[in-house]
């Protein structure tokens, strides 16, 4: 099973990905394509270029970006080496005139340390110089990954923690500039495919207004599970990509703005499902849909709804431990139900 290592991110389905891919290549033929339609880390996405066609899409810019690096790229790779080479002058540029400095202004000492922040910034100014595309979404994943090892923060970004904190110490003293040579290292050697493989950045109901997914077979469906909104996890991500220079608020600096979905509302989410669930059985595509019995809609009900739709509604469960990213592990029943007509 291919894996890409993109991320930290709450709901990963990396260890779920024995169970994703068969139920998703059950009902898609041969060659055919499948729309990852909220793929988050791109694990998914990443795991099914290896049989078909497939389309990302996502809300979240960080997302796109991944999706671009990893999944419509189908010739560039980096490495340490080769960061050092394009970036470098470019680095040391931003740390003598402050070119970028956002993060050096905004976050010291929350997320991140002073210095922690001043390579980010550096190091962002550097991969805006890359003029190639997929270099530079590559370069930025790694930049990422590298913040996601070295953030001072229960595992993701929701909120930092006190500067009193056991943790604060090693953390704050890791070298930033050091893990992100290693995560580029990390793609130096990616799975490409002859296939023309998409990536959008979209709200789904506005994507499915568009002719884009008028060949797809199957789509897939990740959505949040909880009342917890994603653009609040990780909301540095998608500030590092941007780097528009946000007007932030509150204790956690949280972006204004942030895209609030549905799928976290118990009074929206059945609308939410049948948007979706309409859509498929109009253009006559198949759904798969990965859910948790902890999640806002109970999985019967979300059952009895696929059945409205669909003719034939297969729910197969798996037990997982979940990370709950900083509280432990919690013992969850995950679902991943495949529906077709």
Known sequence: MLYLDTIRYMGNKSKLLEYVIPAIKKVTPENGTVCDIMSGSNVVSYAL???FTVYSNDIQEYSFVISDAVIVNQSETISAKSAIKELQDSISENERVGHFDFFEKTYANTYFSLKQCCDIDAIRYAISKVQNKHRQSLYLL???NAMCVVQSTPGHFAQ???SEHKRI???QKMDLKAEFLKKCNSYSNIFFSSCNNKAFCMDYKQ???TDCLNSV???YLDSPYSQEQYSRFYHILETLVKYDNPVVRYKAKYRENRFMSGFCYKSRVAEEFKNLMDF???KSINLVISYSNRAVMPIEKLKELCEKYFEKVEVNSIEYEHSTQGKGNKQITEVVIICTN
């Open 280 to 282: 498929c059985r109009e």
């Open 142 to 144: 790694a930049l990422m």
């Open 217 to 219: 077979n199957t789509i």
């Open 160 to 162: 930092f923690m006190p």
């Open 49 to 51: 270029k290896e049989f």
């Open 169 to 171: 110490v090693p953390l």
């Open 207 to 209: 994507l499915l207004k």
